[in-house]
Every structure is written in structure tokens, then in C-alpha cells.
């Protein structure tokens, strides 16, 4: 446990940084964007601009984001620096995919912050929070779909993970594996596999479960029912693409750096 902590604390503080200094810069490119406005258009520029140049831009940095921490998480596991300390890899996989996935909430939490405070700003009335309070949706629902969430961006990575080490495996076969192309084409033929694999069980096993009567989307029960079933194979691929992954990073993985 206390090799956990330690390896996270590591791994969580790298990726702060760089969630930080994304954040940082779209903060910077917004206060550019306003300060031209304000040139352009003057004074009649509010503060509605802002926060809908903001709504626009949480979608690009949540995009650059999700690559930059793939990107991250990666490296980790071909790291001289991580793979050389006396943990074991299942350690470090789990440790890995838990700050990753820390460090997205992060931003997740900063962005709500800058929006906060752009609405208390601009003193936006529209939004009448009875529509929330309302909402015909429960709580159960609500908590399913953040599950559903949250596991389908963790499947993500782990797949992500998967098709890293599966290609690393494979080229371990073949004797011009250091050729790009020859990296690109089984880089194409790996993804496609994959997902025709991914698609076809995950298929099968929606058409027994909606066979059986659990699932459909008529009423509302029906739909929180689907979402839980939706999040109950969301988190059996994540288990199975980590058995694979912790595997393939013990037996076939190579540190590079």
C-alpha cells in the first residue's frame, strides 16, 4: 500500500503540471481573444462573450487533454524511470491509470471553477435552477450515467494500453520491426481487429440481456436499467483489457527511455 501511495504521488504530481499549464493556456488565449474583441468591438463587448468563447473552448482543451494524458500514460509504462523502481507492474498499471484518471477529474473541477466564476460575473438570469430541481431524472440515474462515464473513459485508456502493448508483442516476431510503415500497417490491422472483437461481444451480450427483458428504453426504469447494464460490461472489458495489459507489460514490454 504504501508503494501505491508513493508511486502516486509521483505519477499524480507530473500530471497536475500538465494539466495546469493546459488550463493556464487557455486562460491566456481567452484573455487575448477578449482583449481583441474589446478592441475590435469596444466596450459593447460583455461579458457573455467570454463565457461562450470558454463553453467552446472546455470542449478543445478536454480533447487535447484526453491525447496529452494518453500520451502520458504511455510513457510511464517504457519509462527507465518507473519500470526500474521495485514495484511490481501490477502496481504501476493500477497506479498509472488511477492518477490519469485523477488528473482528468482535476480538470474537470478547474473548469467548473472558471465557469463559476464567469457566471457570477456576467450575472447570467437565463438558467433557472428549478430546471435542475425538477427534472424528472433520479438520482440513481444521474450516479449511473456518471458510472457510465467514468468507465468508458477508463475502457478507453486501458484500450489504448492494449493496442500499444499488443503492438510491441507482436513486432517482438518480426524481423523488420523497426520499420515505420510496417508499424502503421499493423497499427491499422490491430485497431481493426480489435474493434470488430470489441463490437461483436459487446453486441452479443446486448442482444442476450435485451432477449431476457432487462433492457429498452420505454420508461424510465427500463433506461437507468440499461445504463447500469451499459456500465456492468463497461467495467468487465476494463477488467479483462487490464489481465491482458498487466501481462503483456510483464512479459513483452521493453523500456525505451
Partial sequence: MNDFAGLSKNLIREKWKLMNWIVGIDI????????????????????????????????????????????????IYTSNNYRLIPVTDTTLYISNLFTTFVAFVYLQILEVIIAVILYAIGNFGGIDSSNFTNSNIGAGLTFGVIIFM????????????????????????????????VT???????????????DSATGYVYRLIYTA?????????????????????????????????????????????
Avoid at 457573455?48 to 480533447?63: A, K, L, P
Avoid at 502503421?184 to 470489441?198: R, T
Avoid at 428504453?217 to 463497461?234: D, E, P, R, V
Wanted: hydrophobic share 60%; aromatic share 18%; charged share 10%.
Fill in 184 to 198: 502503421f500497417i499493423l497499427y491499422l490491422v490491430v485497431i481493426w481487429a480489435a474493434s470488430i472483437i470489441f
Fill in 28 to 75: 491566456l488565449a481567452l484573455i487575448v481573444l477578449f482583449i481583441m474583441r474589446l478592441i475590435s468591438s469596444g466596450f459593447n463587448t460583455t461579458i457573455d462573450f467570454f463565457f461562450e468563447t470558454f463553453v467552446v473552448s472546455v470542449t478543445i482543451v478536454n480533447f487535447v487533454s484526453f491525447i496529452m494524458l494518453s500520451r502520458k500514460n504511455e510513457h
Fill in 213 to 257: 427483458g432487462y433492457m429498452g428504453a420505454q420508461t424510465l426504469s427500463q433506461f437507468s436499467n440499461a445504463i447500469w447494464i451499459t456500465s456492468g460490461i463497461m467495467f468487465v472489458w476494463l477488467v479483462i483489457f487490464s489481465l491482458i495489459n498487466i501481462y503483456l507489460m510483464k512479459r513483452w514490454v521493453e523500456t525505451i527511455r
Fill in 150 to 181: 467514468i468507465l468508458v473513459t477508463l475502457v478507453t485508456w486501458s484500450g489504448i494500453t492494449l493496442i500499444h502493448f499488443l503492438i510491441s508483442w507482436i513486432k517482438g516476431f518480426l524481423p523488420f520491426k523497426s520499420q515505420k510503415f
